[in-house]
């Protein structure tokens, strides 16, 4: 029986969306089975600028859609961000180790088959469609989730 690994991701922020993201593909390498869970903010991680839909929105889910960042590179970062002038000497920092970006690390979790799963009320209060998302995404109930993550060898909340 293979081992599962089951994240939730709750954060939007660029830091711990690539430590959630090098862990599932850690954890994909090792043939680990990896499910991720997006609520809330973490669902910005999943969001296209070119998807951006705003028909059928009230007022404050259009703001909102405007205000998010739509995808892994718009995150800002958990600490340090000073308007966006921490992340760019942290990605500067990054690129001159060598270390791939964060959109690289999704893009890696998608081709690895890293199981992608929306929060249906957290994308219904947000105002965000499913069309916005990556195509892999999956949308599920918050027992849905619970189920999944009852049946994981380790969880873990980021």
């Known amino acids: 029986m293979p081992k599962k690994l089951n ?4 954060s939007g922020e660029y830091d711990k969306a690539l430590a959630a ?11 680990v089975d990896v ?45 340090m961000n000073f308007s966006g002038i921490g992340k760019a000497m942290m990605l500067e920092m990054m690129e001159d180790g060598e270390a791939p970006k964060l959109i690289d690390f999704l893009n890696g ?17 947000m105002g965000i469609d499913k069309k916005e998302l990556i195509p892999e995404v999956e949308v599920m109930t918050a027992q849905q989730y619970l189920e999944d993550a009852l049946g994981a060898d380790m969880q873990l909340f980021i």
């Open 21 to 31: 993201l090098i862990l599932a593909n850690t954890a994909r390498d090792m043939d």
């Open 109 to 125: 979790a998608r081709k690895n088959g890293v199981k992608f799963y929306s929060c249906k009320l957290s994308m219904e209060i």
């Open 7 to 10: 994240i939730l991701m709750f």
């Open 35 to 79: 499910t991720m869970f997006f609520a809330f903010w973490g669902l910005c991680l999943l969001r296209s600028d070119d998807k951006m839909n705003m028909d059928g929105k009230s007022f404050y889910e259009k703001l909102f859609s405007v205000m998010t960042p739509k995808g892994p590179e718009e995150l800002p970062l958990s600490k």
